[in-house]
């Protein structure tokens, strides 16, 4: 074999490229061969083309933006015979027949996967690709896996990317990149071999680097999103507003659906046409002044609330001659109004966009519209450009122009568009059934999005259409997964029959809220994992198989999903049991540390076997590394668009751990460059009496940071500790929550010290000291705080049952003695010790008086035993 030198390598590339984005490091790792050029991307991932002409493309495509800015890759060497080249890269290696379009006789790609060397050809199947995600979930109810596109990443250890057809991108000053077609025959081919084995997290990173970078959303995103197609005025949504306020319900954004706008009597049984052959008044810009007789005054009371408010759009239709701007548009636009022509829609005419936005949109905007909510549901490609998917560029252009603007961090709401479209957030996952079904189905679905970087679907929690609308036990248990789903908004169809107001179920009320006071907590943790999202393309909910691709249960088990890089999550997907109220999950959790489980209190070894653990209705199976530091906001955060000064920092037990709390301005594309971390570590000494916090200072900046902060920091399933000092200084015990003490909760068996406020840029040390017998008895606390918040309900619902059976009955001493532990824990915290080893001892006892129980009500009997079942 001879070597062919680089220069002569480049001077070839510079001959046959459409060189209108400079290949830039490229040029390195570039290789022409005859009518193929083969470009090494990184060590596992090449780009191979073929063109009949040997005219290869080097400008942009609506999936990979990035080819020309990546850093250049070493280590890689080409060897070329007359007939043959061989490229070979630290991980692949690449063998090419010149001559014939790629096929399984001249092209092959070789790596080692677990020791064992794959080898790829053209044709070869990817039956174990990990799939990525589909347009939409309209119209779908349950499992939907065969209809999800491929993703980049799978278990065979490649995946094969096919961008022969798909449209380029040109530099455009307005909106970034405009689209070019592609030329659509057979002449060219346009492959990426992604060869990563099963290191997918590298994958995905290395996506978004040529891809481009999943972006963050503003932090208000990661609140309530209030939405419902229903024809609301004004005040009612004001009324709504005040009602959830009321009733100390968090919200961030209320979404406006298509009523906003006049519909021209639409209705099922109106079938009426526009001029476009849409049904009329789908489409629609003109405000329906009765119901908002002032958008200006609505969207001021709005931002008074501290709401973001997103506006339905349905633009198929196009400009329609009744609406208001029409007159307006089609002067920008220079369109012939004789007979008042309708204006088709014609969002990939560079004209015609900028009309759209200038003289539609931006007005609206100007009265105070945040974002849009885009609906496109009509033809999937354009009629104008071949291969371009309509839904990606109305997302391109949403999404680009809200950044150009520079008002504010850019989102969109609209469906998925194809490869690509992780680069505009946030997803709108469509009209689901209200169905057990659709709900298993959502959290395999949002975190398999993850393998193409679509990491922020927002579902219709409570599901849309069809099935049991009011099904209360579903509504909560969907509320209770759409806390750990990347975007949290309750949704329905336009139906009196369907109910979303979770005050409207009296039974569940506080357990639907307290899911959405959870989602409120986890959102500093949220953030945090946005900007994990952002710097390394692995999403929020991520399958488990990022974390232990080798284990079979990482695939098998497709319920469950990582929430970040320390949550662990197996939402209740079924409907409980009928005898017992209990709803069994059964689920793995991986050996090599143990797992906390946040709703119970109990920690749990990791193995590599399947376990059964049972959940009462206001119990959320989610677990978190031993060892974890989760930042938090204090429990009485309501909203995410006022200051909070206070950073709670909750302590998972079982371990020591670190954690880097990530700030920003929340609100502008700053972010990129502007940002803050703060490092948290905790330490236990050998002797386990001393534990030490380091809380250190701040490092980076960005625009208007607060200088100072107080902490809240929360350790559970731990002995009160024998003395606290913050900086060298004891502070003291206190009852009621105050800065500058710490407190202890019975309940929760949870330590909280809350300090003043602090200086960001200094470092803070919190020291807690312990007992030899404390340390010694760490065993005592596990499994405990179950029992005690189970205890509650089943009390209650005890002396019911006995006040029916006997009147004067009253709950024993010895019931009483165990149940009580939490208080009397609460009330002398110096005790204990003496308290949790009395509630062992007597807990069976207590357990005595239900099983004696002389009513006739033994089945419930047996299902408050069960409840109370260690």
């Not at 496109?376 to 354009?382: E, G, K, L, P």
């Amino acid at each position: 074999m001879k070597k062919i030198s680089l220069l002569i390598a480049l001077c070839i590339c510079v001959m046959s490229c459409n060189t209108e984005n400079k290949p830039g490091n490229l040029a390195q790792t570039q290789f022409v061969a005859g009518n193929a050029r083969f470009t090494v991307l990184t060590s596992e991932l090449v780009r191979m083309e073929w063109a009949v002409d040997g005219v290869f493309e080097d400008r942009a495509t609506l999936a990979f933006i990035n080819r020309d800015k990546l850093p250049a890759v070493s280590g890689v060497k080409f060897d070329e015979t007359a007939s043959a080249v061989t490229i070979t890269t630290e991980k692949l290696t690449l063998n090419y027949t010149k001559g014939e379009r790629f096929n399984e006789n001249n092209l092959t790609v070789s790596f080692t996967l677990n020791g064992e060397k794959v080898t790829w050809r053209p044709g070869l199947t990817d039956a174990e690709n990990l799939k990525g995600t589909m347009r939409t979930l309209d119209d779908r109810e349950g499992w939907q896996d065969d209809n999800l596109e491929p993703g980049i990443v799978s278990r065979a250890g490649w995946a094969l990317v096919d961008d022969s057809k798909r449209p380029l991108l040109i530099p455009d000053d307005r909106w970034e990149h405009w689209v070019a077609e592609r030329d659509q025959t057979d002449d060219r081919l346009d492959w990426y071999f992604f060869g990563y084995g099963h290191d997918y997290k590298k994958a995905l990173y290395d996506f978004t680097q040529v891809a481009g970078k999943i972006p963050m959303p503003p932090k208000f995103a990661f609140g309530y999103w209030w939405s419902r197609y229903w024809q609301y005025t004004d005040n009612e949504l004001k009324d709504l507003v005040g009602a959830m306020k009321s009733l100390d319900i968090p919200i961030d954004v209320l979404i406006v659906d298509m009523d906003w706008h006049k519909t021209w009597n639409l209705s099922l049984r109106n079938t009426v046409r526009d001029a476009a052959g849409e049904r009329q008044g789908w489409t629609g810009y003109t405000w329906d002044k009765n119901a908002f007789p002032s958008p200006e005054l609505f969207f001021g009371w709005a931002k008074s609330q501290h709401l973001k408010t997103a506006l339905n759009l349905h633009p198929a239709a196009g400009i329609q001659s009744y609406e208001e701007v029409y007159d307006n548009f089609a002067k920008a636009y220079d369109w012939d109004t004789t007979g008042r022509k309708y204006i088709p829609f014609d969002i990939d005419n560079r004209k015609w966009a900028n009309t759209y936005f200038d003289e539609v949109l931006h007005p609206i905007e100007r009265q105070g519209a945040d974002f849009w909510w885009l609906d496109w549901q009509q033809y999937r490609n354009s009629k104008n450009i071949k291969g371009l998917n309509n839904t990606f560029w109305l997302n391109h252009t949403f999404f680009n122009d809200m950044k150009q603007q520079g008002k504010q961090r850019p989102l969109l709401f609209h469906r998925w568009g194809g490869l690509g479209n992780h680069r505009y957030q946030i997803g709108f996952s469509g009209d689901a059934f209200i169905t057990w079904g659709s709900l298993s189905f959502q959290p395999y679905f949002t975190a398999t999005a993850a393998n193409v970087g679509y990491g922020y679907w927002s579902h219709d929690i409570g599901g849309h259409y069809g099935g049991d609308g009011n099904d209360a036990e579903l509504y909560l248990r969907w509320l209770q997964y759409g806390a750990f789903s990347p975007i949290l908004r309750t949704h329905s169809t336009k139906s009196a029959e369907i109910e979303r107001r979770i005050w409207k179920y009296p039974d569940h009320f506080e357990y639907m809220r307290d899911a959405l006071h959870l989602r409120y907590k986890l959102v500093p943790y949220i953030y945090n994992a946005a900007r994990y999202a952002y710097d390394k393309g692995v999403s929020i909910c991520r399958p488990l198989y990022y974390e232990y691709p080798e284990a079979e249960y990482a695939y098998s088990r497709k319920n469950q999903y990582m929430f970040g890089n320390d949550l662990l999550v197996a939402p209740v997907i079924t409907p409980a049991d009928a005898a017992t109220g209990l709803s069994e999950v059964e689920l793995w959790l991986p050996q090599g540390t143990a797992w906390y489980e946040m709703s119970t209190g109990t920690l749990i070894e990791g193995s590599d076997r399947l376990i059964k653990r049972n959940f009462v209705i206001d119990e959320i199976p989610y677990y978190a590394k031993a060892g974890s530091i989760i930042p938090m906001n204090p429990a009485t955060v309501r909203s995410l668009q006022t200051p909070c000064d206070t950073l709670s920092l909750f302590f998972v037990p079982g371990a020591d751990g670190q954690v880097s709390y990530y700030e920003d301005d929340e609100a502008t594309d700053a972010y990129v460059a502007k940002y803050a971390w703060t490092n948290v570590k905790k330490e236990t000494d050998a002797s386990g009496e001393k534990v030490t916090i380091t809380i250190e200072a701040r490092n980076g900046s960005y625009d208007n940071m607060p200088a100072t902060r107080a902490y809240e920091l929360r350790i559970p399933m731990n002995f009160p500790p024998v003395a606290v000092e913050v900086n060298g200084k004891k502070i003291a015990f206190a009852r009621q929550a105050a800065a500058n003490v710490w407190t202890y909760d019975g309940l929760g068996l949870e330590t909280a010290i809350l300090t003043d406020k602090l200086p960001c840029s200094r470092t803070t040390v919190i020291t807690l000291r312990y007992s030899k017998e404390q340390v010694a008895n760490q065993a005592l606390l596990n499994n405990k705080i179950k029992l005690f918040r189970r205890f509650v309900p089943v009390t209650e619902a005890f002396k019911y049952l006995s006040t029916e059976y006997d009147q004067i009955c009253n709950l024993t001493t010895d019931y009483l003695g165990v149940s009580q532990t939490p208080s009397f824990i609460t009330a002398y915290p110096e005790n204990t010790m003496t308290y949790l080893k009395a509630f062992e001892a007597n807990y069976n006892g207590a357990l005595q008086q239900l099983i004696d129980f002389k009513g006739d009500k033994k089945q419930e009997i047996q299902r408050l035993l069960t409840i109370l079942n260690p």
